[in-house]
């Protein structure tokens, strides 16, 4: 497996992030298991995780985390790995009340290191923003859990791009760091904004991704497969209302024609064309964060890293992309 250097890091990850998001919820343990086992034995090393996973399970609390810890002190493959966990993210039951003062960061960032049973965080998130608190008193208290040892690198996930300029400022003039890594909504499918079920999600568009390659800054894909929306309509199933909202509209509509124009002659699936789309961007680190419901899906997912693309089809289809459709 060729791993990728992180900018402004020393950490070397796989070209696949593993997702964790339903490990403990809709993912048994023995599976998440499997998936961990199978996926370090591959070269996998990058697990992306949050502190809220699994929360909306009621009597469970960060399961994803917890199984990870375990899987890590049970396999001893710990500093084999790469963690990425999030925190500062509203208790779900009280969406509206944001949760980034300082005590409520590092209570996420103790919480996890216990749940994870890990010494340290190699890459924290935040997976929220708060704009009523400056920027400043955020990059210092993160600057500070580094200090301690506790995170190696912190960024971003669902911050507009107004925010991550204000904490790229700051934390030049500090000669901090600063956000190392921004994980954002980004897939090869185009987004209707308007039928985002959460208006919390922040996704990749034009502006942001010039940033992106102007500053070097590392950027995570979630919903990377866009909920399999086209490998949905590859085999004729219906659409789910919630999928459609999100997904359907014109260039989506040409991106899959002229997928499918290639398919006649070549092997691979849409699974592949939407993670080589991401994985194949030179402007700067991206790294597609997958998460696969079964066993089947997940090793259907990691067959994609021994699938060549051609680099044309990649580029035409992402000159058909247009971003986000704002109303």
């Known amino acids: 497996m060729q791993y990728r250097r992180l900018n402004h890091t020393d950490l070397f990850v796989s070209p696949l992030c593993l997702g964790t998001g339903q490990f403990g919820s809709n993912i048994s343990e023995d599976i998440a298991s499997q998936q961990l086992d199978e996926f370090h034995d591959l ?22 985390e917890k199984i990870i810890g375990r899987w890590m002190k049970r396999s001893g493959k710990r500093n084999e790995m790469i963690i990425t966990t999030k925190g500062g993210h509203p208790e779900l039951e009280h969406m509206d009340i944001y949760r980034l003062q300082e005590k409520e960061i590092v209570r996420d960032i103790e919480e996890s290191l ?23 008193r955020i990059i210092d208290c ?25 904490a790229s400022i700051y934390a030049k003039v500090k000669g901090s760091k600063g956000f190392v890594a921004n994980e954002l909504m980004w897939s090869l499918a185009d987004i209707n904004h308007q039928g985002l079920p959460d208006e919390g999600f922040v996704p990749m ?22 909920k399999g929306f086209f490998t949905r309509k590859a085999a004729g199933a219906e659409l789910p209302p919630l999928i459609s909202a999100i997904y359907e509209n014109r260039t989506n509509t040409l991106i ?16 592949d064309l939407s993670l080589h789309y991401l994985m194949s961007i030179k402007d700067m680190p991206v790294i597609p964060v997958a998460g696969f419901r079964t066993m089947n899906q997940f090793r259907e997912g990691m067959k994609t890293l021994n699938i060549q693309i051609p680099e044309n089809l990649l580029n035409e289809l992402a000159e058909i ?5 704002w109303e």
């Open 43 to 64: 070269g996998g090393n990058l697990i992306d995780t949050a502190h809220v996973y699994g929360n909306w399970v009621e009597e469970l609390e960060s399961p994803s």
């Open 205 to 226: 568009d034009r502006d942001t991704y010039a940033f992106h390659r102007s500053k070097g800054l590392n950027t995570m894909a979630y919903m990377s497969l866009a």
């Open 256 to 271: 899959y024609e002229r997928a499918c124009r290639s398919m006649e002659t070549e092997e691979y699936s849409f699974i």
């Open 114 to 136: 216990s749940y994870l049973q890990t010494d340290h965080i190699d890459l924290f998130l935040l997976h929220r923003d708060d704009r009523t608190i400056p920027v400043e």
């Open 142 to 166: 993160l600057d500070t859990c580094v200090a301690q040892g506790k995170i190696r690198y912190y960024g971003c996930s669902n911050w507009t791009l107004p925010r991550i300029r204000e």
């Open 321 to 325: 992309k247009e971003y986000v459709y």
